[in-house]
């Protein structure tokens, strides 16, 4: 009984708009008067006070900021976020920020195959993060603040 309860509250599908972009990979949706916070899934971006940060909730922001979206839940994480893939007008936005380097597959939450490659694709051409050598933002949260190198 648990499982199917918990399967119906994690495929719950979300029309809306964006309302507010917090970083890279977490989003504010607008659905009727009640708003939601979603973490993509599967991606795992930049901080904002990290390297690529800014860009990657920059181009986050370009692509689902006032826009209407699709969100399919797969999860709620423990900030009681509902982490889903986010499309727009069928694209997946998820795929895209790992492909454009604007966000890492997050290899811990996600073993998919399309996902893997669209790192692999980034990495290969050296877009967005892949330009520079880049700590991942799983190894960057557990830095001491003290030791964090300071966003120029």
Do not use: C
């Amino acid at each position: 009984m648990l499982f199917l309860i918990a399967n119906l509250i994690f495929s719950q599908i979300y029309d809306g708009k964006v309302v507010g972009v917090t970083d890279g990979d977490t989003i504010t949706l607008l659905v009727g008067k009640e708003q939601k916070k979603i973490r993509l899934a599967e991606i795992d971006a930049p901080e904002k006070s990290q390297a690529f940060g800014n860009l990657s909730k920059m181009m986050l922001s370009e692509k689902v900021f006032g826009k209407d979206v699709r969100v399919t839940v797969t999860d709620k994480d423990r900030y009681g976020r509902y982490v889903a893939k986010v499309t727009v007008d069928g694209r997946d936005i998820n795929k895209e920020m790992v492909k454009e380097g604007f966000a890492w597959h997050y290899k811990q939450y996600s073993h998919s195959p399309e996902m893997a490659l669209a790192e692999f694709e980034a990495r290969r051409n050296q877009s967005g993060l892949w330009q520079l050598p880049a700590t991942p933002p799983w190894d960057f949260r557990k830095q001491p603040k003290s030791t964090k190198p300071k966003k120029k």
